[in-house]
């Protein structure tokens, strides 16, 4: 009789444990259940400002989109006051794109310090950029601020050694400075990159001529003669080889 009492105070006592659990997993399953919808409601307004910065981002880039395509309508019938008051409508410092694109375009209009301002702004945000130091010399040269132009120069050497074009150009300037070993370094790059090209050979000879290297640059002049026959400023430079 004892063994049967226990018997049944046990499976009472079982039927109330999982009772007790059931109330408890109930508990659980409506609290983790509280706890999601709050948190997907939580989440609603985030994902819809994500999703109206997505739409508006896209809505700014088409507008940018047809100021620069109107921009250059502009431009290529010189409008060029026109065109940056379109593109400045739309103005954003972070855009290293705007910033060329004005660079060029005050260039154009004359507005050489804003140009140089445009495109310092368009190098701090790509240093690695060649296209905008290219674009920076312009207005830097017609200010006459020839260290800057040479300064940018060096910069991207230092990107590109074998820059054709810019290590030609600091040939001429050295050149105008009179520098000769200087101008020989740079054009002597080019030279060895494209042998054919008429432009560096006919430099690379005045320069030779100028160090008084004159075995060395009266074949240059004669190379030049091979590239553009009877050239002036190659025959000009054998009547000064004795």
């Known amino acids: 009789m004892e063994i049967l009492k226990n018997n049944i105070w046990m499976k009472v006592i079982n039927r109330n444990d999982r009772n007790d659990r059931n109330i408890r997993n109930d508990r659980n399953f409506r609290f983790n259940h509280f706890n999601r919808f709050v948190l997907n409601v939580s989440l609603i307004p985030l994902l819809l400002l994500l999703f109206l910065s997505t739409l508006s981002a896209q809505t700014n880039m088409k507008a940018l989109q047809d100021a620069f395509e109107t921009s250059y309508a502009q431009e290529k019938r010189g409008e060029y006051s026109k065109a940056i008051a379109t593109v400045t409508a739309l103005y954003d410092e972070n855009s290293y794109e705007v910033n060329v694109r004005l ?11 804003e140009s140089t301002a445009y495109y310092q702004k368009a190098i701090r945000l790509k240093p690695y950029a060649i296209e905008a130091k290219l674009g920076f010399v312009n207005p830097a040269y017609a200010l006459g601020n020839l260290d800057q132009v040479i300064t940018q120069y060096e910069e991207i050497l230092k990107i590109d050694p074998q820059n054709s074009l810019v290590n030609y150009r600091m040939a001429s300037i050295y050149y105008g400075k009179q ?19 008429y432009e560096s050979n006919i430099l690379y000879a005045w320069i030779l001529l100028k160090l008084n290297k004159m075995r060395e640059a009266q074949v240059m002049f004669n190379k030049v003669m091979l590239l553009k026959p009877k050239d002036v400023s190659a025959t000009q430079g054998l009547s000064l080889i004795k």
Do not use: H, M, R, S
């Not at 660079?103 to 310090?113: D, E, M, Q, S, V």
């Not at 520098?179 to 054919?196: F, R, T």
């Open 179 to 197: 520098d000769y070993p200087v101008a020989e370094k740079y054009v002597e790059k080019v030279v060895n990159l494209y042998p054919y090209d």
């Open 103 to 113: 660079g060029w375009l005050n260039y154009l209009a004359g507005l050489f310090t």
